[in-house]
């Protein structure tokens, strides 16, 4: 893709489910609902995972865009 912005790339993924790590090591998995230009993110039936597996549900998250560093469409 020619030109393409990061934020072109998180449109694409926009009400798909992506996997989010922190900067503390935390990841979360969930669908993408919005986000702004500090890429603060809100996932919609998030989830926490574990060593690959889901330790627990949480629904609706906000995470900030200063502690993520990495945006993985699934």
């Known amino acids: 893709m ?3 912005r990061p934020l072109d790339a998180l449109n694409r993924a926009r009400n798909k489910r992506v996997t989010i790590e922190l900067k503390n090591g935390k990841k ?3 669908n993408l609902a919005s986000f702004d230009i500090h890429i603060n993110i809100v996932l919609n039936e998030a ?3 574990v ?3 889901i330790k ?3 629904g609706t998250i906000f995470l900030r ?3 993520i560093i990495l945006i993985m469409p699934q």
Do not use: M, P, Q, V
Request: net charge negative; glycine share 16%; proline share 0%.
């Open 2 to 4: 020619e030109n393409a």
């Open 51 to 53: 060593d690959g597996e």
């Open 28 to 30: 979360f998995a969930g």
């Open 47 to 49: 989830e926490e995972i």
């Open 65 to 67: 865009g200063d502690t």
């Open 56 to 58: 627990r549900k949480l």
